[in-house]
Nanobody, 114 residues
């Protein structure tokens, strides 16, 4: 199992970012996939989840400006975050939970700054 995140970078305040998690070694369509983030000096926090059945859940801090989706054919999971603000600056990680184990990617940095 391998997860590879991409799509981070410098984002203007108020802008949007679409992060990509490429999955290798399993099928995202039947998996519980999540995005987390870790800001400098803070603990890692959960952002969003898409269950194998398609249900989506979001943290209160992002629920009105965030979407999580997946492409079963390409085996990718995406996180879109809109109306970005400085508090969104963090390293964003993709996580698979399966069979009682967690699998993490290495993360992609998002920096919100003008």
């Amino acid at each position: 199992v391998q997860l590879v995140e991409s799509g981070g970078g410098l984002v203007q305040p108020g802008g949007s970012v679409r992060l990509d998690c490429a999955a290798i070694g399993f099928t995202v369509g039947s998996a519980d996939m999540s995005w987390y983030r870790q800001a400098p000096g803070k603990e890692r926090e959960w952002v969003a989840q898409i269950k194998g059945g398609g249900y989506k859940y979001f943290a209160d801090s992002v629920k009105d400006r965030c979407n999580i989706d997946r492409d079963n054919a390409q085996n990718h999971v995406y996180l879109e975050l809109n109306r970005q603000k400085s508090d969104d600056t963090a390293v964003y990680y993709c996580k698979l939970f399966r069979g009682g184990s967690e699998y993490w990617g290495r993360g992609t940095q998002v920096t919100v700054s003008s």
